[in-house]
């Protein structure tokens, strides 16, 4: 009996237990069901606002791509202006030219007396009038050589050439105009050549108009210097005065287009406005930078930087070796980069390797002819472009003659002269 | 006296045509115009000229027509050439201007100074 209520309380306390486990876990249970029921409506909210966020994202793109869309349209509009711009003042230049031509011939004619002789008052106004045309013609000139530089129609025409040889030549055309004001030109170069792969028009361009301008701003007694100096990848060139100068809040108008003003004790207006403008672009045009460091009073210095580019690479192709050596003495002096090979074949493979900026090429070769030669290089992208002078040692057949001619291949039938070979070598790498 | 240098001005612009021409008789040249291509291709085959002044854009027929014209012709020697233009030279012009071996190309309004010099050198009066 003892033995039975002992077993029953021990099962009665069991079941307390049991019971308490059972409470114990509802509440746990139940306090489960409440966080993932707090769980569940915090993802609800959550999507909520990822959704709401991806509609107000969507919204935006879609906003984007309209802008887009209206700048597009907008540029597109603005480059057709640009373009009816630059169409207008290039036709309009041209128009200009002739019967200035016309103004400015008629004025010298009769000013070198050609026409006669004339008093010394029709001397006076006939020069003031003549001056006043040049003035026009050089805006004209100035005019369409920008309007050809914004449009992107401007063609720089390199060839190797030595930058101290154009100042020397600047130095000559602007001597006598800086003697007549009693202003010392000077030029500072090193002793050696600088060579350089440049347009040479434009170099001359460059240094005339800042001589031009420095020229506009000094008095007698002043000084206006030339000066290059060579560097590693850049060749530094500087026209400085010790004239008027150049107030600090005009430095940064100096190179936009039309902005004039009178520097302080400045000569006159006689500028077009375009002159520094198109310095920038063309020294930019080369790779270059320009800038100016100048005080009233004291002088202005004009900077500008040309890019050294790489001579350029030519390949002479002519089974006779001691023809190809000559035509290598010939180009001597031009600063080349000039490979020789011998057969078409070794031509083709050496195009394959290095990129040439033209070739010289024998007709009659061994094994595959020139012509051959001619057609391969036409078939591949890479060298498809690159300018090719034929050369041969008769008179080559009509019918492949005409095909050069067609094909605007130029000819040079041997022997030929070297100044001949170094013209046509020149113009061919600046077209 | 030996005889005059002959040049002659293919230019449409006959007022311009004068000056020049004025211009180069003071120089002790004899000097014609023709106003077109066409006339300037009569005048080469009636009289050649040592050196030919000539403009690109004329109404008919552009300067070079007339020197492919001329250069065609075995009949006429090849005078020299010198190009004097309103029109923008480029890189085309240049090239079909080498081709038919011009000595030199001006644009009006071109250096007067240069231009003479070019032609003194050219034919020497």
Redesign the interface.
């Known amino acids: 009996m003892k033995e039975n209520k002992k077993i029953l309380e021990e099962l009665y306390e069991a079941r307390k237990t049991i019971s308490l486990l059972e409470d114990e876990l509802k509440e746990t249970n139940s306090g489960l069901l409440q966080m993932t029921l707090e769980m569940d409506d915090r993802v609800q909210e959550r999507s909520l606002e990822i959704i709401a966020a991806n509609e107000a994202l969507e919204r935006e793109i879609a906003e984007q791509k309209r802008l887009q869309k209206e700048l597009r349209q907008a540029n597109k509009k603005l480059k057709e202006v640009d373009e009816v711009k630059s169409d207008f003042l290039?036709k309009l230049s041209?128009e200009l030219?002739?019967p200035?031509?016309?103004i400015?011939?008629?004025i010298?004619?009769c000013l070198d007396g050609?026409?006669g002789p004339l008093l010394p008052k029709q001397t006076k106004f006939l020069t003031s009038a003549q001056d006043a045309i040049d003035r026009v013609?050089r805006l004209?000139n100035d005019l369409?050589d920008l309007s050809?530089i914004e449009s992107g129609?401007m063609?720089l025409?390199r060839r190797t050439i030595d930058l101290c040889e154009i100042m020397d030549r600047v130095y000559e055309q602007y001597n006598e105009k800086a003697k007549k004001k009693e202003i010392a030109l000077e030029k500072k170069y090193p002793d050696r050549s600088i060579k350089l792969f440049a347009d040479e028009d434009k170099m001359l361009q460059i240094f005339g108009n800042l001589v031009t301008n420095s020229l506009r701003f000094t008095k007698k007694r002043d000084i206006i210097t030339l000066e290059i100096k060579d560097g590693k990848d850049y060749v530094k060139c500087c026209v400085s005065d010790t004239g008027s100068g150049i107030n600090k809040k005009d430095i940064d108008k100096l190179f936009t287009k039309f902005e004039q003003f009178g520097r302080p004790g400045g000569t006159g207006y006689r500028g077009t406005g375009l002159g520094l403008t198109i310095v920038k672009e063309l020294v930019e045009e080369h790779g270059g930078k320009v800038w100016v460091e100048s005080e009233v009073k004291k002088g202005t210095r004009f900077y500008f930087t040309l890019e050294k580019v790489d001579f350029p690479k030519i390949l002479i192709v002519d089974d006779d070796e001691e023809i190809a050596r000559l035509i290598r003495t010939f180009l001597d002096e031009d600063n080349y980069e000039i490979d020789m090979c011998h057969t078409g074949e070794k031509a083709l493979l050496k195009v394959k390797d290095k990129t040439y900026a033209m070739i010289i090429l024998d007709m009659h070769l061994p094994g595959m002819n020139g012509d051959e030669v001619l057609q391969e290089l036409k078939k591949n992208k890479k060298t498809r472009n690159i300018p090719v002078l034929v050369t041969s040692g008769y008179l080559l057949e009509s019918s492949i003659l005409n095909k050069m001619v067609e094909d605007?291949i130029p000819t040079l039938p041997k022997p030929f002269k070297r100044n001949r070979l170094r013209d046509i070598v020149k113009?061919l790498l600046s077209? | 006296m030996a005889k005059k240098k002959r040049i002659l001005i293919v230019e449409d612009?006959r007022?311009?045509a004068e000056?020049?021409q004025?211009?180069l008789e003071?120089l002790g040249y004899e000097v014609d115009i023709a106003e077109d291509a066409y006339q300037g291709n009569k005048a080469i085959i009636t009289e050649p000229p040592d050196l030919i002044i000539l403009d690109l854009n004329m109404p008919v027929a552009d300067g070079f027509t007339l020197l492919k014209r001329i250069y065609s012709d075995p009949s006429v020697d090849n005078p020299e050439v010198v190009i004097l233009t309103?029109?923008?030279v480029?890189?085309k012009v240049?090239?079909e201007a080498?081709r038919y071996n011009v000595a030199e190309i001006f644009?009006?309004?071109?250096d007067?100074v240069k231009f003479v010099e070019t032609i003194k050198t050219l034919v020497p009066v």
């Open positions: 290039s041209h030219r002739t200035l031509s016309i400015s011939e008629g010298a004619i050609t026409a013609g004209v369409l050809r129609k063609i025409r605007e113009d077209g | 612009e007022e311009f000056i020049v004025a211009r003071g309103g029109q923008t480029d890189e240049r090239e080498r644009t009006k309004p071109y007067r």
